[in-house]
């Protein structure tokens, strides 16, 4: 017996599947709590060493679930390429922050399938995924402790420029630095960030977080700097906030795709979530 993985299709409107996966000891025989993992921008759940967290997780007392947002670009039957770039282009954060709405409720109301503490919600935010857990979690109650691993700390981070060239062709391209592939981003997201001002402020919900709230942010993150993560703590609740730097390492602690191995930093943090975990969540 060890660590087992589900694959679930999490059901969402009436069409829309979210792929799902739940990792669990399969010796545990008390309700675990259960860890939700956000993946971030050109991401999805089986990046690099995101799995092998996903198992360490699960090798020390949680249950843990991954997803694919909806519109990440990948599919169920090619898991690692974007090979669906149509819809990557329609992805919102708002989409995003629905798509976590219902990966939450549907682990809560199956809770006694899955042997989960439903009274013990945490979840876990890469990069713009850490932006996404922290709305999430200043708006529901059921998460009792939040960690960001390199998060941003705001979403409208276009210039004025691309800005304009983004109203006039309908689309902004970005390329993806391991693939070379080059994939567009619609009006629509822009438009999603106009129109929502209000709740897609990252910064006005962390002052709101009364949870549990660890930053971990590597100090050479050339993706995302480490002023992020500062910006972050300073409009936190330091009562039961916490920053990490994770010293001379950057955007994904040094792990790459395809998983080639872990890395001291990787495993630093990786340590370091467990244990402020496990007393968050006690």
Known sequence: MGIRKIQTDIPIGL?????????????????????????????????????????????????????????????????????????????????????????????????????????????????????????????????????????????????DEQKKRWKETGYLEVENARTKQVMKQNYSLLEDIEQNKARLNIINAVSAIKTPFLIIHGTEDLAVKYSSAEELYANSNKTNSELYPAENTGHTFGTVHPFKGTTKAFENVLQKTVSFLKSALK
């Not at 949680?62 to 090619?78: D, L, Q, R, Y």
């Not at 149509?86 to 709405?101: G, P, Q, S, W, Y």
């Not at 990966?103 to 809560?108: D, L, R, S």
């Not at 995924?129 to 059921?142: F, H, L, N, P, Y």
């Open 15 to 159: 069409t829309g599947l979210i792929d799902t996966d739940y990792f669990y000891n399969e010796s545990t025989v008390e309700k675990l709590p259960l860890i939700i993992f956000c993946h971030g921008f050109k991401g999805f759940k089986d990046w690099g060493g995101f799995p092998y967290m996903m198992e360490y997780f699960a090798s020390n007392g949680f249950a843990a679930a991954s997803f694919n947002f909806t519109m990440n670009g990948v599919s169920k039957e090619n898991p690692m390429e974007f090979g669906k770039p149509e819809l990557f282009a329609k992805n919102t954060f708002t989409r995003e922050l629905n798509d976590l709405e219902h990966v939450i409720n549907y682990f809560y109301e199956n809770s006694e399938k899955y042997s989960i503490d439903k009274n013990r919600f945490a979840l876990v935010g890469h990069s713009r995924g850490g932006g996404i857990a922290v709305i999430k979690t200043s708006e529901d109650s059921r998460i009792k402790a939040l960690i960001t691993l390199a998060s941003v700390s705001k979403f409208d981070r276009y210039t």
